[in-house]
Structures are given as C-alpha cells and as structure tokens.
C-alpha cells in the first residue's frame, strides 16, 4: 500500500514538471514566432514596401490629407521609374522649411518609435515629398499648347488626374520650357495649382529637379481610410507615344514659376 502510495505522487510530480516544461516550451515558441515577425516587418520595410501618410493637399484629389498610402521600395532600384508615377522623394534640398518637431517620450514615444522601426507605423513624412513623375532624362517638358495642354517631347499629353481650381484652366498656371537632366526627374502635383513641385522650386539646389537617388519609392496603394481603398494608377494611357531621348547634357529653366 505504502509503495503504491509513493508511486502515485510520483507520477503527479512527474505531470507537473511535464506540464511546466510545455508550458515553457510554448513561450519559448511564442516568443521566437514574435521575433521572427519583427525581423520580417524589418526586412519588409527595408527592402520592399514602407507605409507614409499624407499631410498635404498638393496631391488632390488622388491623395488626400491624412490618407495612408503604401510605397514599393523596388522603384527605382529594380524597377526603372515610369511617366506618370507617384513617387515619394527625400527633400533635394529647400523644398520644405524647418520645422522643427518636439519628440514624444516616455511609453508613447518609445511605442512610436519601435513601431515605426518594425515598418508597422508610418514614417513622419517631415523631409519627404509625394509628387506625380512628368518628366524623365531627357524630356522636353513645356506648358502649355492652345488647348492648355503639357507637351513632353512636343506630344500633348491628356491628364484625368488633375485637380483644376476652374474648368478649361490650362495644366499649369505658369508657363516652363525644361529639359530634364541626366539622373533627375521633373515632377508635379495633381491638385496643380496648389503644389509647391519642380515649377516652384528653381530657385534651389538642383533648379527643381529631383535627383533619382533621392526617390525612397512608388506609392502603389492608399491602405487607409478602408473606404478609399484603392490602387494608384500611373494613367500610361495618358503618355502613350510620349519617350525619354536620352540624357540631356543642356539644363533650360522654366520662364516663370508659381508656388
């Protein structure tokens, strides 16, 4: 009796160490599943897509303020940038004021901070830009013909993007004759009269051109609000029979610029 007394707690004893054991084993295995989807969310944001929000309303009515939009990293260091693109950009240099920016402390701060490292969160769009791709090396970009119209390389180009303050207005408010240098881009915000884009920043570093390596990425999705859920279209419709002729070695300034 007194053996069969021993045997049984020492089955017990022995269900318990084997309870705890698993339950270790299982938070060994939730915490390792934690870390592996960080190290992912990382490398994601790293290398292949980063969230941004909207702050502006220079790109209306495609883009509006406070809008959460995802950018494929991929652009353009796979995949050559394209005529109609909306492409997120560091600041070239004067495009956007100081402001400086009181950081958050304490547990929301060290919240903001570890979600925005994970790509979980969107980056503080201060000293980045969103702008519509117009011009590629190369182009001859000009506004406007009789019909009100931006030519690139002398063809007319139709824009169903553009946000216009009046009806029949031409596609610029200031008229501009460029040729985009080798390694930059001429860009434009679709609410075209309220955009502070290459037209109005000839002035700085870079005559208004953005340098190719300053472009972090294509915008391809607005994420958020979920109502306006939606992919972003480059419109290539819109520049069929428009082409790049190669790297400009003449840089032309726009005749007049408006902010």
Avoid at 37 to 64: C, G, H, Y
Avoid at 120 to 129: F, I, K, S, T, V
Avoid at 161 to 183: H, I, K
Wanted: proline fraction near 7%.
């Amino acid at each position: 009796m007194t053996h069969s007394v021993e045997a049984g707690e020492s089955s017990r004893g022995e269900g318990t160490a084997r309870r705890g054991r698993g339950a270790l084993l299982f938070l060994r295995d939730i915490v390792v599943i934690f870390l592996v989807a960080l190290l992912i969310s990382f490398l994601v944001k790293t290398f292949l897509i980063r969230p941004f929000w909207i702050p502006s309303e220079s790109m209306n009515d495609t883009l509006q303020v406070d809008d959460r939009i995802i950018v494929s990293l991929l652009t353009p260091a796979l995949i050559p940038v394209e005529h109609g693109d909306v492409v997120v950009f560091e600041d070239p240099g004067g495009w956007l004021p100081e402001q400086p920016r009181e950081p958050e402390t304490g547990i929301a701060g060290a919240l903001d901070w570890f979600l925005t490292f994970v790509g979980l969160a969107p980056e503080d769009q201060h000293g980045y830009l969103i702008k519509r791709v117009i011009g590629l090396p190369g182009d001859t970009v000009q506004c406007c013909n009789d019909f009100g119209q931006l030519l690139i390389n002398g063809v007319p180009i139709d824009e169903p993007y553009l946000r216009l303050d009046q009806e029949g207005q031409p596609a610029s408010a200031s008229t501009f004759d460029v040729t985009v240098p080798e390694g930059h881009l001429w860009v434009m915000g679709d609410n075209r009269n309220h955009s502070g884009d290459s037209r109005a920043h000839t002035d700085a570093p870079g005559g208004g051109f953005v340098p190719m390596q300053s472009v972090v990425g294509r915008a391809i999705l607005i994420s958020w609000p979920v109502d306006r859920w939606t992919w972003l279209d480059d419109y290539p419709q819109s520049f069929v029979g428009v082409e790049a002729q190669g790297a400009a070695t003449e840089v032309m300034l726009p005749q007049a610029v408006a902010h």
